[in-house]
């Protein structure tokens, strides 16, 4: 059993930053690639960064958030970061880390994927 816990939320104005923190109890088998999602109100669960938990793990980012959105890891802090940079409006949502064992990139921003997730962080941008 993974247990996933985010932090680093809040609100912020548009142009702004924060970074959001998921501390992971253990990286499992099962577990070795963490993502972050995010789930606004009314719309789907969306992948905004995937990593593979190891040294110099791949990322992966949806066009949404490239270049504006960085995911790293601390691996002795079993702990992976995402960075947000020149937010928008429509970056507001809950923002939930996730882990899992991903076989085809075609599955890295699918929800169903992944085995464990934490409890979501608000992240509110003004305009």
């Known amino acids: 059993q993974v247990e996933l816990v985010e932090s680093g939320g809040g609100s912020v104005e548009a142009g702004g930053s924060l970074r959001l923190s998921c501390a992971a109890s253990a990286i499992t088998y099962d577990s070795p690639y963490m993502a972050w999602f995010r789930q606004a109100p009314g719309k789907e669960r969306e992948g905004v960064a995937v990593?593979?938990?190891?040294?110099?793990?791949?990322?992966y980012y949806p066009d949404s958030v490239k270049g504006r959105f960085t995911i790293s890891l601390d691996d002795a802090k079993r702990t992976v970061y995402l960075q947000m940079n020149r937010l928008i409006p429509e970056d507001t949502a809950m923002y939930y880390c996730a882990a899992g064992s991903i076989v085809s990139t075609a599955h890295l921003f699918i929800p169903d994927h992944y085995n464990y997730w934490g409890q979501g962080t608000q992240v509110t941008v003004s305009s």
């Open positions: 990593i593979y938990y190891s040294s110099g793990g791949n990322k």
